[in-house]
């Protein structure tokens, strides 16, 4: 059905269904499945509240990250309660997620909220400069992301300690590489000065536990699995973020906002300051209205089914929804649904 991810469908349909229930030809994505209990089987129950018919793709993350388990659960919620057919489809992540909507790859991505700024605006991030990306609206913020810069050498204290060492910057496609380099700018330094590595959040596990690198960014919510594997085998360390540094970057970027992981959140020996950013579900603006309406309603109705899945679940709320959103990009089937709460849209 949508022509981008059709190559690996044979390999992932089986393992796909079972994360969402679904019954499309859609095609998988290039990453690898994650396993079938990423999520759970939808309930067979006929939906409750308003219908959606038809088979859409929602572009979620790598198979370690936040966004293809949370995602999954999503699409398992949304189609209990709606009758929708949504298959959730492993990616890059949030610039690739952008370009599948862009396309019509995809029907619904989770993003983070800087690169669906970047997107709109045309600004800022190299692969849309200039290029503004008018086909995407937000449907709600739902959980914060953390920039984790994590590592298994105890002699990195800072990002300036990175100069000359190995670093995974995200995998292509990923938003992470725009943030990694945030705080490498933070401390004065470029990808010039680091040698620079592409790599999802597994590989960058696998990579620090087999020690071919010093550092990996990883932004997704805490805890990140692939980091919590690594605590198991390794110590780790994620790297803190000096105050002076994030006032700066706060400032520059008002997107991102103080986070401290604890330290018993990776086993760490300390707790760790840093940034968070939101991650936040979109459409492509095609969705029709009552469609996104139906979908928007079905997720807050079912918030306690969301958090009994997936941690994540727990912190999405309708007084947190519309942070990070750009004004004027909200979904007009989403905003009706809003309007019908009290919640303001930008």
């Not at 936040?66 to 990616?91: D, E, M, P, R």
Request: overall charge negative.
């Amino acid at each position: 059905m949508k022509k981008y991810l059709a190559i690996s469908m044979a390999l992932a349909l089986v393992l796909v269904l079972a994360a969402c229930g679904g019954t499309s030809s859609a095609p998988a994505s290039s990453a690898a499945p994650a396993p079938s209990s990423a999520a759970p089987a939808p309930s067979s129950e006929a939906a409750a509240g308003p219908t959606v018919s038809g088979d859409f793709i929602m572009a979620t993350g790598g198979t370690s990250g936040t966004y293809y388990a949370f995602g999954g659960v999503i699409c398992q919620v949304l189609n209990a309660a709606t009758g929708s057919n949504i298959t959730a489809n492993s990616t890059g992540a949030s610039v690739e997620n952008i370009r599948l909507l862009e396309s019509g790859d995809a029907d619904l991505a989770i993003v983070q909220t800087d690169i669906m700024a970047y997107a709109v605006g045309g600004t800022t991030l190299e692969t849309f400069d200039g290029q503004p990306v008018n086909n995407v609206k937000a449907i709600a913020s739902l959980y914060p992301e953390v920039v984790h810069c994590v590592t298994t050498n105890m002699s990195i204290n800072t990002i300036a300690d990175l100069k000359g060492k190995v670093v995974s910057m995200g995998a292509p496609g990923s938003g992470t590489r725009a943030n990694a380099e945030q705080f490498l700018e933070a401390y004065g330094l470029t990808v010039n000065d680091v040698q620079v590595r592409d790599l999802s959040f597994a590989e960058s596990g696998s990579a620090l536990q087999d020690g071919t690198i010093d550092a990996a960014f990883v932004v997704a919510g805490a805890p990140n699995s692939a980091i919590t594997e690594l605590s198991v085998s390794k110590p780790v360390k994620i790297v803190s973020i000096g105050d002076a540094e994030r006032a700066a970057m706060i400032q520059k970027y008002p997107f991102y906002a103080d986070y401290t992981v604890a330290k018993d959140v990776y086993k760490t020996e300390a707790d760790a300051t840093t940034l968070a950013i939101k991650a936040v579900l979109i459409a492509r603006a095609e969705m029709t209205d009552d469609d996104v309406y139906a979908l928007t309603k079905a997720l807050f109705e079912n918030q306690p089914e969301l958090a009994a899945s997936h941690a994540k679940g727990t912190e999405l709320s309708g007084d947190t929804a519309m942070i990070g959103i750009v004004p004027g990009n909200v979904h007009p089937g989403a905003a009706k649904y809003y309007t019908e709460i009290g919640v303001k849209v930008p």
